[in-house]
């Protein structure tokens, strides 16, 4: 395996930080070197200083960094670990909100989807809701993600079995199709949930188009990898999308989030937008 040099280290963070918000202090080095290594050697790259230049060459057909090697390295760097109704607890909260409100329409953004394994959830939710008269028919889900790969999974829909570990047997019944032969183990949640969420590829760290107002924004477990400024600027950012009055949910180990806009707390992760 090529030798990751400090200045090399230094200059793909700074890459990184300024393409994805993505900070990575210098006990990070070894993970940085373990993700790309095994890129270098697919590709017969011969040091880490040829893969820089690879990833800050401009992409091909010149759609910015969509496509090309710097987007396979962000891909690389990001961690996307989820599973289905992580923090129960926000799950538990929207029930609530929404039993209590029996709202016709509902609009929801999971900003930072990773395999839409959190947008699939609030999907079977959101049904069984409806089936229960609480909530309309005119409900829908958007989960974006700045990964390329873990959005081409979160379209198919297809998980290992174990990531379901916390979905209720009625629900596996009604919402999934179980593998056979040498599908066996895996799951794939039935077109007619799949057909409720749209996924899209977008990065936190860019101004973001009209895409809202949302009723509900979930922002949960993506902060961890901003510094400080950056969280800021994202949550902002990303509030401009929400409702007043609306839900914002961040991953309960994330702590408490500075921002510009007024939030009430409801509970760890859990914020309503109050009326500027
Ligand atoms: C750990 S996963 C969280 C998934 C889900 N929200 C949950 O709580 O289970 C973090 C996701 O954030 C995405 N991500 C990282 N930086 C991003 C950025 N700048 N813009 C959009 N998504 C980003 C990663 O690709 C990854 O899929």
């Not at 030798?3 to 918000?21: N, P, V, W």
């Not at 992580?86 to 929207?94: D, N």
Request: with cysteine; hydrophobic share 40%; proline share 5%.
């Amino acid at each position: 395996m090529q030798t990751l040099r400090d200045d090399t280290f230094q200059t793909i963070t700074s890459l990184m930080r300024e393409q994805a918000g993505l900070h990575f202090t210098d006990s990070k080095k070894p993970l940085v070197s373990s993700r790309l290594g095994p890129r270098l050697q697919h590709l017969g790259v011969a040091s880490f200083e040829d893969y820089v230049g690879m990833i800050m060459a401009p992409a091909e057909g010149g759609d910015g960094d969509n496509g090309s090697e710097l987007q396979v390295a962000i891909d690389l760097l990001t961690t996307n670990e989820t599973y289905f109704f992580r923090e129960p607890a926000h799950y538990e909260l929207i029930e609530n909100e929404v039993k209590r409100d029996k709202p016709k329409t509902l609009s929801v953004w999971s900003a930072a989807a990773s395999y839409g394994d959190e947008a699939y959830s609030l999907a079977m939710l959101f049904a069984d809701l409806q089936k229960q008269g609480r909530l309309g028919d005119q409900w829908s889900l958007l989960g974006t993600d700045i990964s390329d790969r873990v959005l081409r999974g979160a379209v198919q829909g297809v998980y290992p079995q174990d990531r379901l570990r916390a979905v209720t047997p009625e629900r596996l019944h009604r919402y999934c199709w179980h593998g056979e032969g040498a599908a066996e183990g895996l799951v794939q949640i039935t077109p007619k949930l799949r057909e409720r969420v749209r996924f899209g590829r977008l990065n936190l760290c860019h101004p973001i188009e009209d895409l809202g107002p949302f009723d509900i924004v979930l922002l949960r477990n993506v902060l961890i990898y901003f510094d400080a400024a950056t969280k800021r600027e994202v949550v902002d950012r990303v509030l401009t999308q929400l409702k007043p009055g609306g839900l914002f949910f961040i991953g309960t180990a994330e702590g408490r989030v500075a921002c510009n806009t007024p939030l009430q707390p409801l509970a760890p992760g859990a914020f309503r937008k109050l009326a500027t």
